[in-house]
């Protein structure tokens, strides 16, 4: 039977649950033994690992030699050594795919995005804020590196003040006094975009989530669209930050009436025009990407940003089931790891590389 090291941050201290038994059930489906394993579970000089097993019903442990496809976590400068040893002796599924200042390059220039594509840059001094307001009015300055809505700033430009708004609080600057209040913002990695209305009718902030993963012929497929809805009068409409959820045939029905399955279907087309764009601008494979889109007053849709380790709690299922797929393809066709950087000959990884 093929197998699949599914590692994980820590050593298990409990029988696994939820949707890491999943992966571990599902794969038997498909004639795969997933196991789970941490780090410190590796014997590079013997080439094995020790992993928890699902057999007969009941979790064992053993030891094994390294499988070929290994489901691993997001490199970090502290994993980066241990990631280097193993991206010589497997394949490696999941791959950082940069910084924000990085990605909307890429989306600018592509073709497939360009329609899309919100106009972004890295802040270097307060002039290109300003500039910004005077052309959008409104305006959204986040971190370069940030993740789970964190950091994030709304401004919005009136006759001679200018409304700054988190989500903890609300301040008006005077224009003049604008550049001491961007200094924050001009010297520690952040972007500017456009602000996009996307509100409901009573004011809350919301964004689709476009969650795709690659399925068994490698090829990337839709998980599921859905709504992160945000609370009334704040920035962001993200769940890490006490939102919620809503389908999307719903909202778009309650907001654009008859045009609601339009731009649905127009979703479902990006769900793999996208991606599949996306992947060309990496040598190394992506399994999942979750794009955020904005959907203006008049129904058109804007990338906000793409994310390459998103996350799955509202689609355990589905996900699980696709990530599963992944796994398939991957140990089963040879060919598909050896078109990517991290390959049959086994070198370290772009991603990993770069935090050695």
């Not at 290994?70 to 910084?99: C, E, W, Y």
């Not at 975009?193 to 996307?198: A, L």
Request: overall charge neutral; proline content about 4%.
């Amino acid at each position: 039977m093929n197998t699949i090291a599914i590692v994980r941050r820590y050593r298990l201290g409990r029988v696994p649950q939820g949707y890491l038994r999943q992966l571990v059930i599902l794969s038997q489906a498909y004639g795969l033994e997933a196991f789970l394993c941490a780090a410190e579970d590796f014997d590079f000089v013997a080439s094995t690992v020790k992993g928890t097993f699902f057999e007969d019903g009941k979790w064992v442990i053993k030891t094994v030699p390294i499988p070929r496809v290994i489901d691993n976590l997001m490199v970090t400068k502290k994993t980066a050594p241990f990631l280097a040893k193993l991206s010589k002796q497997a394949f490696l599924m999941n791959h950082r795919i940069g910084a924000k200042q990085t990605i909307y390059p890429l989306l600018k220039n592509d073709p497939v995005f360009k329609p899309y594509y919100l106009p972004t840059e890295t802040i270097t001094d307060s002039q290109q804020i300003k500039s910004f307001l005077d052309e959008y009015s409104g305006v959204i300055v986040k971190p370069g590196n940030g993740a789970q809505a964190v950091g994030i700033v709304k401004m919005t430009q009136q006759q001679e003040t200018i409304t700054v708004q988190t989500d903890e609080e609300t301040q008006t600057v005077t224009a003049s006094g604008l550049e001491a209040f961007l200094s924050d913002y001009t010297h520690n990695n952040y972007v500017v975009q456009p602000y996009i209305e996307t509100t409901t009718p009573d004011g809350m902030p919301f964004h689709v989530r476009m969650l795709v993963r690659k399925n068994e012929v490698g090829d990337f497929e839709l998980v599921k669209n859905y709504v992160e809805i945000g609370i009334l009068n704040h920035v962001v409409s993200n769940m890490h930050q006490g939102g919620g959820l809503i389908w999307l045939p719903t909202l778009l029905k309650g907001l654009f009436g008859s045009r609601g399955p339009k731009i649905e279907a127009e979703l479902t087309r990006m769900s793999t025009t996208l991606p599949q764009a996306f992947q060309r601008h990496y040598q190394d494979w992506i399994s999942a990407l979750g794009i955020d889109i904005a959907i203006d007053k008049q129904g058109h849709l804007w990338v906000m940003e793409v994310n390459a380790g998103p996350g799955h709690e509202y689609v355990k299922l589905e996900d699980a089931e696709l990530r599963v797929k992944a796994y398939y393809y991957l140990v089963s066709q040879t060919s598909a790891t050896d078109r990517f950087s991290n390959a049959s000959r086994y070198r370290v990884a772009h991603d990993v590389q770069r935090y050695l």
